[in-house]
Protein backbone atom coordinates (compact mmCIF):
# COMPACT_ATOMS: atom_id res chain seq x y z
CA UNK A 1 0.00 0.00 0.00
CA UNK A 2 1.26 2.90 -0.62
CA UNK A 3 -0.76 6.25 -0.40
CA UNK A 4 -0.68 9.06 -2.16
CA UNK A 5 -1.43 12.76 -1.12
CA UNK A 6 -4.77 13.87 -1.42
CA UNK A 7 -4.12 15.39 -4.79
CA UNK A 8 -1.65 14.27 -6.82
CA UNK A 9 -1.00 13.96 -11.10
CA UNK A 10 1.99 15.33 -13.20
CA UNK A 11 2.51 17.65 -16.28
CA UNK A 12 5.42 17.71 -19.03
CA UNK A 13 7.45 21.08 -19.67
CA UNK A 14 9.40 22.00 -22.53
CA UNK A 15 11.64 25.08 -22.49
CA UNK A 16 8.46 26.62 -20.68
CA UNK A 17 5.14 25.65 -18.57
CA UNK A 18 2.13 25.73 -20.82
CA UNK A 19 -0.48 24.70 -17.90
CA UNK A 20 -2.33 26.97 -16.50
CA UNK A 21 -5.34 29.98 -16.45
CA UNK A 22 -3.30 31.64 -19.17
CA UNK A 23 -3.25 29.26 -22.32
CA UNK A 24 -6.21 27.21 -23.60
CA UNK A 25 -5.31 23.53 -23.40
CA UNK A 26 -6.19 19.98 -22.77
CA UNK A 27 -5.44 17.86 -20.01
CA UNK A 28 -4.31 14.29 -21.10
CA UNK A 29 -5.64 11.30 -18.58
CA UNK A 30 -2.15 10.97 -17.04
CA UNK A 31 -2.54 14.35 -15.60
CA UNK A 32 -4.25 13.34 -12.55
CA UNK A 33 -3.80 10.12 -9.97
CA UNK A 34 -6.52 8.83 -7.92
CA UNK A 35 -5.18 8.55 -4.07
CA UNK A 36 -5.42 4.78 -4.62
CA UNK A 37 -1.23 4.06 -4.59
CA UNK A 38 0.61 3.35 -7.49
CA UNK A 39 -2.14 1.99 -9.20
CA UNK A 40 -3.63 5.75 -9.22
CA UNK A 41 -3.72 6.33 -13.01
CA UNK A 42 -6.90 5.86 -15.61
CA UNK A 43 -8.01 2.27 -15.90
CA UNK A 44 -5.52 0.92 -12.68
CA UNK A 45 -2.39 2.01 -14.73
CA UNK A 46 0.52 2.33 -12.51
CA UNK A 47 1.77 5.71 -11.80
CA UNK A 48 5.38 4.54 -12.14
CA UNK A 49 4.60 4.44 -16.38
CA UNK A 50 5.28 8.52 -15.46
CA UNK A 51 8.91 9.02 -16.31
CA UNK A 52 11.37 11.47 -16.10
CA UNK A 53 11.35 11.25 -20.06
CA UNK A 54 7.69 11.41 -19.94
CA UNK A 55 4.37 9.39 -19.60
CA UNK A 56 4.63 5.79 -21.08
CA UNK A 57 1.01 5.59 -20.99
CA UNK A 58 -1.89 8.05 -21.55
CA UNK A 59 -0.13 11.27 -22.68
CA UNK A 60 -0.94 13.67 -24.78
CA UNK A 61 0.80 12.33 -27.80
CA UNK A 62 -2.33 9.64 -27.91
CA UNK A 63 -4.79 12.19 -28.27
CA UNK A 64 -2.65 14.46 -30.50
CA UNK A 65 -2.39 11.50 -33.15
CA UNK A 66 -6.02 11.90 -34.13
CA UNK A 67 -7.37 14.62 -32.55
CA UNK A 68 -10.49 15.48 -31.02
CA UNK A 69 -13.41 15.37 -33.66
CA UNK A 70 -17.09 15.34 -33.01
CA UNK A 71 -20.03 17.12 -32.20
CA UNK A 72 -19.56 20.11 -29.79
CA UNK A 73 -22.26 21.24 -27.71
CA UNK A 74 -22.12 25.04 -26.18
CA UNK A 75 -24.06 25.29 -22.52
CA UNK A 76 -24.12 28.50 -21.83
CA UNK A 77 -25.19 29.07 -18.28
CA UNK A 78 -24.05 32.73 -18.08
CA UNK A 79 -26.89 33.65 -20.64
CA UNK A 80 -29.31 31.72 -18.42
CA UNK A 81 -28.47 33.15 -15.43
CA UNK A 82 -28.89 36.80 -16.98
CA UNK A 83 -24.84 37.66 -17.44
CA UNK A 84 -20.85 36.31 -16.43
CA UNK A 85 -21.11 34.16 -12.91
CA UNK A 86 -19.78 35.88 -9.89
CA UNK A 87 -16.24 34.09 -9.69
CA UNK A 88 -16.92 31.03 -7.46
CA UNK A 89 -20.07 30.57 -8.48
CA UNK A 90 -20.82 26.56 -8.31
CA UNK A 91 -22.85 25.74 -11.85
CA UNK A 92 -25.10 22.81 -11.15
CA UNK A 93 -26.88 19.80 -13.01
CA UNK A 94 -29.82 21.96 -13.14
CA UNK A 95 -27.89 24.84 -15.16
CA UNK A 96 -26.88 22.40 -17.59
CA UNK A 97 -30.52 21.31 -18.04
CA UNK A 98 -31.85 24.93 -18.20
CA UNK A 99 -29.08 25.61 -20.88
CA UNK A 100 -30.25 22.61 -23.09
CA UNK A 101 -33.66 23.18 -22.50
CA UNK A 102 -32.82 27.08 -23.39
CA UNK A 103 -31.23 25.49 -26.78
CA UNK A 104 -32.66 23.21 -27.80
CA UNK A 105 -30.20 20.68 -27.27
CA UNK A 106 -29.52 17.56 -25.84
CA UNK A 107 -26.09 16.38 -24.58
CA UNK A 108 -25.60 12.66 -25.47
CA UNK A 109 -22.51 10.19 -25.32
CA UNK A 110 -19.54 11.16 -27.24
CA UNK A 111 -20.20 14.99 -27.03
CA UNK A 112 -17.96 17.47 -26.84
CA UNK A 113 -19.45 19.52 -24.16
CA UNK A 114 -18.28 23.63 -23.60
CA UNK A 115 -19.82 24.96 -20.48
CA UNK A 116 -19.64 29.18 -20.54
CA UNK A 117 -19.46 30.90 -17.25
CA UNK A 118 -19.51 34.01 -18.89
CA UNK A 119 -16.23 35.06 -16.75
CA UNK A 120 -13.17 34.16 -19.54
CA UNK A 121 -9.83 35.56 -18.48
CA UNK A 122 -10.87 36.72 -15.55
CA UNK A 123 -11.22 33.36 -13.85
CA UNK A 124 -7.89 32.59 -12.07
CA UNK A 125 -6.65 29.80 -9.64
CA UNK A 126 -7.95 32.11 -6.74
CA UNK A 127 -11.25 32.96 -7.99
CA UNK A 128 -13.02 31.01 -11.24
CA UNK A 129 -16.54 29.58 -11.48
CA UNK A 130 -17.08 25.90 -12.34
CA UNK A 131 -19.15 22.58 -11.85
CA UNK A 132 -19.92 21.42 -8.86
CA UNK A 133 -19.08 17.79 -7.86
CA UNK A 134 -22.74 17.16 -8.63
CA UNK A 135 -22.26 17.40 -12.41
CA UNK A 136 -19.84 14.28 -12.32
CA UNK A 137 -22.80 11.80 -12.18
CA UNK A 138 -24.09 13.74 -14.72
CA UNK A 139 -21.40 14.03 -17.29
CA UNK A 140 -21.13 10.34 -17.28
CA UNK A 141 -24.62 9.07 -17.31
CA UNK A 142 -24.66 11.59 -20.60
CA UNK A 143 -21.15 9.83 -21.73
CA UNK A 144 -19.91 12.97 -22.48
CA UNK A 145 -16.20 12.48 -24.53
CA UNK A 146 -14.54 16.04 -23.23
CA UNK A 147 -15.25 19.08 -21.23
CA UNK A 148 -13.99 22.33 -21.70
CA UNK A 149 -15.24 26.04 -20.36
CA UNK A 150 -13.92 29.17 -20.07
CA UNK A 151 -11.97 28.32 -17.03
CA UNK A 152 -10.74 24.94 -15.76
CA UNK A 153 -13.92 23.72 -14.98
CA UNK A 154 -13.31 23.86 -11.27
CA UNK A 155 -14.35 25.91 -8.84
CA UNK A 156 -11.94 28.26 -6.73
CA UNK A 157 -11.66 28.77 -4.19
CA UNK A 158 -12.46 24.92 -3.11
CA UNK A 159 -16.32 24.33 -2.17
CA UNK A 160 -16.64 24.48 1.62
CA UNK A 161 -16.47 20.62 2.61
CA UNK A 162 -14.68 19.60 -0.26
CA UNK A 163 -11.10 19.18 1.46
CA UNK A 164 -9.99 15.78 -0.14
CA UNK A 165 -11.35 16.26 -3.30
CA UNK A 166 -10.94 19.93 -3.66
CA UNK A 167 -10.59 19.94 -7.56
CA UNK A 168 -13.26 16.94 -8.19
CA UNK A 169 -13.35 17.85 -12.04
CA UNK A 170 -10.01 17.38 -12.24
CA UNK A 171 -9.46 14.64 -9.70
CA UNK A 172 -12.40 12.44 -10.48
CA UNK A 173 -13.45 12.80 -14.37
CA UNK A 174 -9.51 12.74 -15.41
CA UNK A 175 -8.58 9.12 -13.24
CA UNK A 176 -12.10 7.78 -12.79
CA UNK A 177 -13.97 8.86 -16.02
CA UNK A 178 -11.26 8.72 -18.72
CA UNK A 179 -12.75 12.40 -19.42
CA UNK A 180 -10.08 14.92 -21.31
CA UNK A 181 -10.53 18.55 -20.21
CA UNK A 182 -9.58 21.45 -22.72
CA UNK A 183 -9.50 24.08 -20.11
CA UNK A 184 -9.53 28.04 -20.59
CA UNK A 185 -11.76 27.95 -23.91
CA UNK A 186 -12.45 31.44 -25.05
CA UNK A 187 -16.37 31.06 -25.65
CA UNK A 188 -17.76 34.59 -26.07
CA UNK A 189 -16.93 34.23 -29.82
CA UNK A 190 -18.20 30.47 -29.80
CA UNK A 191 -21.79 32.02 -28.01
CA UNK A 192 -22.02 35.11 -30.37
CA UNK A 193 -21.54 32.71 -33.28
CA UNK A 194 -24.25 30.25 -32.10
CA UNK A 195 -26.60 33.09 -31.38
CA UNK A 196 -26.00 33.75 -35.07
CA UNK A 197 -26.94 30.94 -36.34
CA UNK A 198 -29.40 29.98 -33.52
CA UNK A 199 -27.56 26.28 -33.18
CA UNK A 200 -26.15 25.85 -29.98
CA UNK A 201 -24.39 21.94 -31.47
CA UNK A 202 -21.75 22.76 -34.07
CA UNK A 203 -18.54 20.25 -35.55
CA UNK A 204 -15.70 20.51 -33.06
CA UNK A 205 -12.00 19.73 -35.09
CA UNK A 206 -9.21 20.31 -32.49
Given at each position: ??????????????????H???????????????????????????????????A???G?????????????????????????????????????????????????????????N?????N?YR??????????????????????????????????????????????????????LI????????????????????????
Amino acid sequence: DDPLPEESGCYDTVAMSCHGFGVTHVDALCHMFTPQGTEGMYNGHPISNVTDTGALRLGIEHIGATGIVGRGVLLDVAEIRGGPLPLGTAIMPADLEAAEQAHNVTVGEGDIVFVRNGAGARNTYRHASGLHAACLPWLRDRRVAVLSSDSDSDVHPPISGFNTWAEPIHMVAIPYLGLALIDHAELDGLAQACAQEDRWSFFVSA
